[in-house]
């Protein structure tokens, strides 16, 4: 019998279904080790080296894994393709050898990207090694918020309220709010004015149709002789538009030219609650319960 490891019950009972009797397929449910909640836990002083227990509540879970891989042939680590899946596979693998239920060799890591019969054989086909590198991405990220976390957290709870947390996330998230308003403090309002005209066109030629209707058009001023109009405070407009009111216009040249508009991409969950937001006046908690429900329907 050949025993495979998984993260989430579901798949390991959907996997049951298709594989057959010469499987056995278990789940972790999630990380079976990490950083104990009640000390810092890492060693700073040695490379920042972190201090894995065992999570209390996956006890139980991981006794059924070392009885069932004592009687299985091969061992397949199955867990997510990412740096969280990659790091419970670690685990599982030093917890298996730790007690010396199996031998190095006969634990593999597998890979597949869909739940069917065909995938993960062809998997089983090709196995690999664990990928150190998304092992010590999924480390790096829990040093970091720990690290972060157990310094910023308890400054938060004494200057703002007991309960809030600081992580790697919330703290870029933070200083960059901080620059952006400092930015808005620090800018310099310019009083600057745009120039409209409502022109129409002129009345049909001779020897053409006289019930021809004369078209009104707006334009707006961009130039004055060879310089940008740059129109500074309301002195300065009401002296240009009383000189416009008095002057002779004419178009000098008509560009034509194709463009091409595709659709709208589809909606994000921050693009839609932005629209529903501007649109319908909804709040994102509201934008968000009405999407739930039509999920659910």
């Known amino acids: ?46 490379n920042f080296k972190p201090e894995y227990d065992i999570v209390e509540k996956r006890a139980g879970t991981i006794e059924k894994i070392r009885e069932v891989s004592r009687k299985s042939d091969k061992i397949y680590l199955a867990t997510d393709p990412d740096r969280e899946g990659e790091a419970i596979s670690e685990h599982v693998r030093e917890i298996l050898l730790e007690g010396k239920e199996v031998k190095s060799k006969g634990i593999q890591r597998i890979v597949f990207h869909e739940i069917t019969k065909s995938a993960v054989e062809e998997a089983i086909k090709n196995p690999k090694d664990i990928d150190e590198n998304l092992v010590d991405a999924q480390i790096a990220r829990r040093v970091l918020d720990r690290l972060v976390g157990y310094k910023l957290s308890p400054l938060l709870w004494k200057k703002v309220r007991r309960g809030l947390s600081a992580g790697r996330v919330q703290s870029v998230a933070l200083r960059l709010i901080v620059e952006k308003e400092r930015e808005i403090e620090a800018f310099k309002s310019e009083e600057y004015w745009e120039i409209f005209c409502k022109l129409k066109t002129l009345p049909a030629q001779a020897g053409k149709s006289l019930k021809q209707k004369a078209e009104e ?30 002057a002779d216009y004419k178009v000098l040249e008509v560009r034509e030219r194709e463009v091409s508009k595709g659709p709208y991409p589809p909606f994000t969950t921050s693009t839609m609650t932005q629209a529903a937001a501007r649109i319908l006046g909804w709040s994102a908690k509201k934008t968000m319960s009405q999407a739930q429900a039509l999920y659910e329907e």
């Open 1 to 46: 019998m050949n025993l495979i490891i998984v993260e989430s019950p579901t798949k390991a009972r959907t996997l049951s279904r298709f594989l057959g009797k010469g499987y056995s397929v278990e789940a972790t449910t999630g990380h079976i080790k990490d950083l104990p909640k009640s000390k810092l836990s890492i060693d700073i002083e040695h």
């Open 217 to 246: 058009f707006i334009v707006q001023l961009v130039r004055i002789g060879e310089k940008t109009a740059e129109v500074k405070n309301g002195k300065d407009a009401g002296k240009i538009v009383s000189e416009l009111k008095g």
